[in-house]
């Protein structure tokens, strides 16, 4: 292999600069004596140079902008589909029989809980009627209790 | 992965330059730049479960990639894109005016964004990684899914291929 094939090999390392320091020096000598290599390093070397101040552009902060809103949107849809779907879940299948015998006991609860109807103020007309006719009955019958013989004799007796 | 919004926006926040860098340099449009970087980080925000926290920037860059190869097919639908066949560089040997012409007044920088343009895949990612935003090979490897030694080898052939055209320009204007 000639020196210009050695060095033309190496110029990629050079100019990234991982090349060992003992073969630099052996490229950079193979530059000064081969003017063929010499100028395909400088042009080497100037095409680098000039796409690294091809500057890396930044993003327009519209863009950022926009990417960021559109995700936000699509975050909240999800957000109210999950949450649809959990009550779907909820009404459709595992919680339902949950959710009846919930309803059963608290309709238990709240029906001891709940007060009766008032019991109504008696009207007091009503009242004494309601004890006069008590009475009358309890006259009636103690009065026919009187009445009947204490022994009664059978019929054919003289 | 980002599980929230926030966790999101800090990843885009992290790496949106890195990203439409590459899609400008890519595409030379910035128009185009704008919707491939929006595409990148939507898709990654609709895939966040399967890409790894530590590959988010190779997933992005490959992601992006694909976005702009989509984009110049669209643009010139006909036009081999991977040419490795023919190495992907052929189309350098004509960037206009050549050193026949007069071409003293063509900037040397104009010409090598031309060569760029017209630089097949995978050399073009390759050089915008590596040349422009200093990334390390093992990223541009894990980036483009080639190995690494593959890589250096595309790097080395596309370099020599630029050298190999704009080298004669570069004479001209010496002489």
């Given at each position: 292999?000639?020196?210009?094939?050695?060095?033309?090999?190496?110029?990629?390392?050079?100019?990234?600069?991982v090349l060992p320091a003992s073969e630099a020096e052996r490229f950079v000598r193979a530059l000064q004596a081969d003017p063929?290599?010499?100028?395909?390093?400088?042009?080497?070397?100037?095409?680098?140079?000039?796409?690294?101040?091809?500057?890396?552009?930044?993003?327009?902060?519209?863009?950022?902008?926009?990417?960021?809103?559109?995700?936000?949107?699509?975050?909240?849809?999800?957000?109210?589909?999950?949450?649809?779907?959990?009550?779907?879940?909820?009404?459709?299948?595992?919680?339902?029989?949950?959710?009846?015998?919930?309803?059963?006991?608290?309709?238990?609860?709240?029906?001891?809980?709940?007060?009766?109807?008032?019991?109504?103020?008696?009207?007091?007309?009503v009242a004494q009627a309601t004890a006069e006719v008590k009475w009358t009955l309890a006259y009636l019958s103690e009065m026919g209790r009187n009445l009947l013989p204490e022994n009664p004799e059978p019929q054919n007796r003289r | 992965?980002?599980?929230?919004?926030?966790?999101?926006?800090?990843?885009?926040?992290?790496?949106?330059?890195?990203?439409?860098?590459?899609?400008?340099?890519?595409?030379?449009?910035?128009?185009?730049?704008?919707?491939?970087?929006?595409?990148?980080?939507?898709?990654?925000?609709?895939?966040?479960?399967?890409?790894?926290?530590?590959?988010?920037?190779?997933?992005?860059?490959?992601?992006?990639?694909?976005?702009?190869?989509?984009?110049?097919?669209?643009?010139?639908?006909?036009?081999?894109?991977?040419?490795?066949?023919?190495?992907?560089?052929?189309?350098?040997?004509?960037?206009?005016?050549?050193?026949?012409?007069?071409?003293?007044?063509?900037?040397?920088?104009?010409?090598?964004?031309?060569?760029?343009?017209?630089?097949?895949?995978?050399?073009?990612?390759?050089?915008?990684?590596?040349?422009?935003?200093?990334?390390?090979?093992?990223?541009?490897?894990?980036?483009?899914?080639?190995?690494?030694?593959?890589?250096?080898?595309?790097?080395?052939?596309?370099?020599?291929?630029?050298?190999?055209?704009?080298?004669?320009?570069?004479?001209?204007?010496?002489?």
């Amino acid at each position: 292999m000639s020196e210009h094939d050695w060095a033309e090999g190496r110029l990629d390392d050079y100019l990234d600069g991982v090349l060992p320091a003992s073969e630099a020096e052996r490229f950079v000598r193979a530059l000064q004596a081969d003017p063929v290599l010499d100028q395909e390093f400088r042009t080497a070397d100037r095409i680098q140079r000039s796409l690294r101040s091809f500057s890396p552009a930044s993003c327009p902060p519209e863009i950022t902008r926009a990417i960021l809103s559109t995700v936000r949107a699509e975050a909240r849809r999800s957000r109210q589909q999950r949450l649809a779907a959990w009550l779907t879940a909820l009404w459709q299948e595992a919680w339902r029989p949950a959710l009846a015998a919930a309803t059963l006991v608290a309709i238990v609860v709240l029906s001891s809980v709940w007060p009766g109807p008032a019991s109504r103020p008696i009207d007091p007309q009503v009242a004494q009627a309601t004890a006069e006719v008590k009475w009358t009955l309890a006259y009636l019958s103690e009065m026919g209790r009187n009445l009947l013989p204490e022994n009664p004799e059978p019929q054919n007796r003289r | 992965m980002p599980r929230t919004v926030t966790q999101f926006e800090r990843l885009v926040h992290r790496h949106q330059d890195r990203v439409y860098s590459y899609a400008r340099c890519y595409l030379s449009s910035e128009a185009d730049a704008q919707d491939v970087t929006q595409e990148v980080f939507l898709r990654l925000w609709h895939h966040v479960d399967g890409v790894e926290e530590d590959r988010v920037l190779h997933w992005l860059l490959r992601v992006a990639r694909n976005a702009c190869i989509d984009v110049l097919r669209s643009r010139r639908s006909g036009r081999a894109l991977f040419v490795l066949e023919s190495d992907g560089l052929d189309d350098l040997l004509d960037l206009g005016p050549g050193p026949d012409t007069d071409c003293e007044h063509i900037d040397f920088q104009d010409l090598l964004r031309r060569a760029l343009e017209r630089m097949g895949e995978p050399y073009r990612s390759i050089l915008i990684l590596r040349e422009i935003q200093d990334l390390k090979y093992e990223d541009i490897s894990e980036a483009l899914d080639l190995p690494l030694n593959t890589v250096k080898v595309y790097l080395h052939r596309a370099r020599k291929a630029l050298r190999d055209r704009l080298g004669v320009t570069e004479y001209r204007e010496n002489a």
